[in-house]
């Protein structure tokens, strides 16, 4: 009985760990359309190859501007970075 409560909080904090942003919560109408989103990123020199909703936060996987791979996670209204990780 141990080893499987111990397996289970195992998991359950490895799940954590790989846990995306915590973005702040904005009522939906306040979010900036997905689309203008989409394209302010682009003016900013991102290659978006995915952009999706994550939470309450926007997220891609593409390139930056040097074209290293990136995943970032946007606040929905403001589009404030609110974590990045970007290849070294």
Known sequence: MFRIL???LLA?????ALAGAK????????WMKEADAKA???AEGYKIKKFKVDGQC???YGHNKEGKKVEIY??????????AEIEK
């Open 12 to 16: 359950v904090s490895a799940g954590s």
């Open 40 to 42: 302010k990123l682009e």
């Open 58 to 60: 926007y997220e891609i």
């Open 74 to 83: 946007f606040d929905t209204k403001t589009l404030a970075i609110v974590k």
């Open 23 to 30: 973005c702040e919560k904005h009522p939906k109408e306040e």
């Open 6 to 8: 111990f397996a289970s």
